[in-house]
């Protein structure tokens, strides 16, 4: 059974970092196919950034690009998200999902067979 685990919520002011960290274990392999979601009050859970199998392919929501990075960390089952200019439209339950391969619908939660139980994240204005 795999586990995904998030960690690295928490309350930060506007235009300031958080760095997310998801860690997937118990699984047949060591790596994973991951994706970032977010879930606001009153919102569906939407799409925030995934990445390949590999690491070599990444994709953003537009909402979120060119603040919000997505990285394989040196253990093969670790990912991050670097959240950078921090909005208070940011604030959310972010979400990892994993899945054992890639997958082209990587932007559905659908597509993800493994999630976390989320992590907090507050953006004060």
């Known amino acids: 059974q795999v586990q995904v685990e998030e960690s690295g919520g928490g309350l930060v002011q506007a235009g300031g970092s958080l760095r997310l960290s998801c860690t997937a274990s118990g699984g047949r392999f060591s790596r994973y196919a991951t994706g970032w979601f977010r879930q606001g009050p009153g919102n569906e859970r939407e799409f925030v950034a995934a990445?390949?199998?590999?690491?070599?392919?990444?994709n953003y929501a537009d909402s979120v690009k060119g603040r919000f990075i997505i990285s394989r960390g040196d253990a093969e089952n670790t990912v991050y998200l670097q959240m950078d200019s921090l909005k208070p439209e940011d604030t959310a339950v972010y979400y990892c999902?994993?899945?054992?391969?890639?997958?082209?619908?990587?932007?559905?939660?659908?597509?993800?067979?493994?999630w976390g139980q989320g992590t907090q994240v507050t953006v004060s204005s």
């Open positions: 999902a994993a899945v054992t391969w890639d997958n082209r619908r990587y932007t559905e939660t659908s597509a993800y067979d493994y």
């Open positions: 990445i390949s199998w590999s690491g070599a392919s990444t």
